[in-house]
Nanobody, 114 residues
Framework: QVQLVESGGGLVQPGGSLRLSCKAS????????VNWYRQAPGKEREWVCK???????NYAGSVEGRFTISRDDARNAVYLQMNSLKPEDTAVYYC????????WGQGTQVTVSS
């Protein structure tokens, strides 16, 4: 059974940092590209960034230079380091793993507020 579990969300002040984790089980993780998406209340789900199976990252313009995605295939994990957080980064953050199939996690809430 495939599972993706996000963690690391929480409440942080503007300008602060958080590190999200996406941990997988039940699949050959190294084969999969992994994306982070986010969804704010009343808005559509938005793509944030991606890391390919070889480790190359891509970022949405709104987060480039502030967010860093990385992966540790030995731990079946992908991380999202988020710095210089803004109130508009407030959302539920989801990871998905893409190869022959697509799997989603359940999401973790990030709230940026003073």
């Amino acid at each position: 059974q495939v599972q993706l579990v996000e963690s690391g969300g929480g409440l942080v002040q503007p300008g602060g940092s958080l590190r999200l984790s996406c941990k997988a089980s039940g699949l050959t993780f190294s084969n999969y590209a992994v994306n982070w998406y986010r969804q704010a209340p009343g808005k559509e789900r938005e793509w944030v960034c991606k890391i390919y199976s070889g480790g190359q990252p891509n970022y949405a313009g709104s987060v480039e230079g502030r967010f860093t995605i990385s992966r540790d295939d030995a731990r079946n994990a992908v991380y999202l380091q988020m710095n210089s957080l803004k109130p508009e980064d407030t959302a539920v953050y989801y990871c998905n793993a893409v190869y022959a199939e697509i799997y989603w996690g359940q999401g973790t809430q990030v709230t940026v507020s003073s």
